[in-house]
């Protein structure tokens, strides 16, 4: 039976990842909203409704050992060129397993979808729900084939207080399914806390957005 692109991340959620053979499996795109690469340990997804020839062609034609091609910057340029994307960085996609019990801290949920975090994550999310403590927010919705990612934002004042660990923390407690993020492997202080909340690296990730998308301030991807 042919795998879909949410078939191959759930079962990554569970520990079961795509063979190390080498190779790259090309799947349709769940929705318009994402087109992109995950890569996983010697083994590469790419995730588009593009010709899969036209991907293959492109990966050849990097030129690179074909373990790195899926996220080179050469084919990531043809990549955006091909389907007039966006695309922002590589970032370490990471999961969690829901966890029992109430959050580490006080939450309460926020309603104001004026929010700058629920803005920005309602313009890449569905179903955005997010809740607050003193000092941060944390944000649930569903992103890339409907998985349930989280993306967190931490005052300056209220930072290196492990708040950061906390709030991440919350989201196992919050959900009943596996949660992504999308770290930035360069933010070491975020990374470090998804790490101590009990999230596990999977993969690398570089999504092409219908838009332009960047950053956010905490280093997770929304």
């Given at each position: 039976?042919?795998?879909?692109?949410?078939?191959?991340?759930?079962?990554?959620?569970?520990?079961v990842?795509?063979?190390?053979d080498?190779?790259?499996?090309?799947?349709?795109?769940?929705?318009?909203?994402?087109?992109?690469?995950?890569?996983?340990?010697?083994?590469?997804?790419?995730?588009?409704?593009?010709?899969?020839?036209?991907?293959?062609?492109?990966?050849?034609?990097?030129?690179?050992?074909?373990?790195a091609?899926?996220?080179?910057?050469?084919?990531?340029?043809?990549?955006?060129?091909?389907?007039?994307?966006?695309?922002?960085?590589?970032?370490?996609?990471?999961?969690?397993?829901?966890?029992?019990?109430?959050?580490?801290?006080?939450?309460?949920?926020?309603?104001?979808?004026?929010?700058?975090?629920?803005?920005?994550?309602?313009?890449?999310?569905?179903?955005?729900?997010?809740?607050?403590?003193?000092?941060?927010?944390?944000?649930?919705?569903?992103?890339?084939?409907?998985?349930?990612?989280?993306?967190?934002?931490?005052?300056?004042?209220?930072?290196?207080?492990?708040?950061?660990?906390?709030?991440?923390?919350?989201?196992?407690?919050?959900?009943?399914?596996?949660v992504?993020?999308q770290?930035?492997?360069?933010?070491?202080?975020?990374?470090?806390?998804?790490?101590?909340?009990?999230?596990?690296?999977?993969?690398?990730?570089?999504?092409?957005?219908?838009?332009?998308?960047?950053?956010?301030?905490?280093?997770?991807?929304?």
């Open positions: 039976m042919t795998k879909t692109l949410r078939d191959i991340l759930d079962a990554a959620a569970r520990g990842f795509p063979p190390d080498g190779g790259t499996t090309v799947v349709p795109q769940h929705a318009h909203r994402h087109a992109g690469v995950i890569a996983f340990t010697a083994h590469a997804v790419v995730f588009t409704d593009e010709d899969e020839g036209w991907v293959r062609g492109a990966l050849d034609a990097v030129g690179c050992d074909p373990l091609a899926a996220v080179h910057p050469r084919f990531l340029a043809d990549f955006m060129a091909r389907t007039g994307r966006a695309h922002d960085t590589v970032d370490a996609l990471l999961v969690g397993a829901p966890l029992p019990g109430g959050p580490p801290l006080a939450l309460r949920e926020v309603t104001d979808l004026g929010h700058p975090r629920i803005g920005y994550a309602r313009e890449r999310r569905d179903g955005v729900r997010a809740w607050a403590a003193d000092g941060g927010v944390v944000v649930l919705g569903r992103g890339v084939a409907g998985r349930l990612e989280v993306s967190v934002e931490v005052d300056a004042t209220a930072r290196h207080r492990g708040l950061g660990r906390d709030l991440v923390a919350a989201a196992l407690r919050l959900a009943d399914e596996p992504w993020a770290v930035s492997p360069g933010n070491a202080r975020s990374l470090r806390a998804f790490l101590a909340a009990g999230y596990r690296p999977v993969a690398a990730e570089a999504l092409l957005s219908a838009t332009a998308c960047s950053a956010d301030c905490s280093g997770t991807r929304s």
